[in-house]
């Protein structure tokens, strides 16, 4: 990229989102997970930067982010749940994915880095087995398909509806599935 470390850290750190961001930019499903990741994206920077260090000066290259689009990592495709439909957001590329989905706040770009990890995180709380076949959904499939009903129920806290995606889950991404 061709930035100073410094330069680097202060850039990623820049990327979160704050309260007024979060509520304007993710659905209202996601917006109870804001404190979870604000605590996140902190704990992703170093890797970022370092991620972005090893980039060739002008190697970074970016493009819409879609569901279906089958070169997103599975984090940025289970992200795309918590924007609205067909809400502006990008994906960036330096010789390898940055695995963090950018969305526009104002003159700034900022994104969304953790708040995959902070899903897992609620829905391995309710149900670690589910939560691990979660982790294999990603760009698109029958597994993601049912990932997005699982994030809904275990925001939602609907045990009954979690335990039947979950059973879903089983056989569309636990071991041996398409």
């Known amino acids: 990229m061709g930035a100073d470390l410094a330069t680097r850290q202060r850039e990623v750190a820049s990327w979160q989102l704050d309260a007024a961001g979060w509520n304007r930019t993710v659905i209202e499903l996601y917006r109870p997970v804001l404190a979870e990741y604000q605590r996140a994206l902190p704990a992703e920077v170093p890797a970022l930067v370092e991620r972005l260090g090893r980039a060739a000066p002008g190697a970074v290259t970016v493009r819409r982010h879609f569901a279906g689009d089958p070169r997103l990592t599975s ?31 104002g003159a700034r770009w900022r994104a969304l880095v953790g708040l995959d990890a902070a899903v897992l995180a609620r829905v391995g709380a309710l149900d670690s087995a589910c939560a691990t076949n979660l982790a294999h959904s990603g760009p698109p499939g029958r597994c993601t398909d049912v990932g997005a009903a699982i994030v809904e129920a275990a925001l939602r806290t609907d045990r009954d509806r979690l335990a039947h995606v979950c059973a879903l889950a ?3 991404c ?3 599935s398409p």
């Open 75 to 105: 984090a940025e495709a289970r992200n795309r749940w918590a924007l609205p439909v067909l809400f502006p957001s990008l994906v960036a590329d330096a010789g390898g994915p940055i695995d963090a989905v950018f969305v526009a706040d």
């Open 170 to 172: 089983e056989t569309l």
């Open 174 to 176: 636990g071991k041996g």
